[in-house]
């Protein structure tokens, strides 16, 4: 079975159960989906993440992050045909930001707590950084007043690029 958070044209969200993509395709097309809020029968995908858990052995998650004090995102990369145009425009000019913000900022990689807090606190000159660090790590960053935000888009380590 698989699961789609769905939405219909009045914006009420809900969810349905399908064995597969397919299935799903095909009850739309069959106009056998309605909004059990509404009754509206004009439903659509939802933009979701899919909710993959972590293997009990795995360490911290790592977070792109970038400090107010690269690597390479695809600015250019095509939105799932689900979202609603205007949606898809917004992604497409928020990756064109975060692409644009990431060339006039350095990779320190998982050095990023260590350099963030050095920028902060004058050990190091001023500038733009990203990399990983941890939520623990991030928590801990933002209680001290260090300026950072996760990025919105991934990001490939320049280590990582062909």
Not at 26 to 46: E, F, M, V, W
Not at 136 to 143: G, I, P, S, W
Not at 144 to 153: C, D, H, K, N, S
Request: hydrophobic share 40%.
């Amino acid at each position: 079975m698989i699961t789609f958070d769905l939405n219909c044209s009045n914006g009420h969200q809900f969810e349905g159960w399908f064995a597969s993509s397919a299935d799903f395709d095909a009850q739309k097309s069959n106009g056998l989906l309605i909004c059990p809020t509404c009754n509206d029968g004009r439903i659509q995908k939802a933009l979701s993440v899919p909710n993959v858990p972590r293997k009990g052995n795995q360490g911290a998650v790592s977070l792109p992050l970038v400090a107010s004090a690269g690597a390479e995102l695809k600015a250019d990369a095509q939105a799932p045909e689900v979202l609603p145009p205007a949606v898809a425009e917004l992604l497409q000019k928020l990756a064109h930001a975060q692409s644009e913000m990431l060339d006039k900022s350095q990779w320190v990689g998982g050095n990023f707590a260590e350099t963030a807090r050095a920028i902060h606190y004058g050990e190091e000159p001023d500038r733009l950084i990203h990399g990983e660090t941890s939520r623990d790590e991030a928590k801990a960053l933002v209680e001290e007043g260090v300026g950072i935000a996760p990025l919105l888009f991934p990001v490939i380590p320049p280590s990582a690029k062909n």
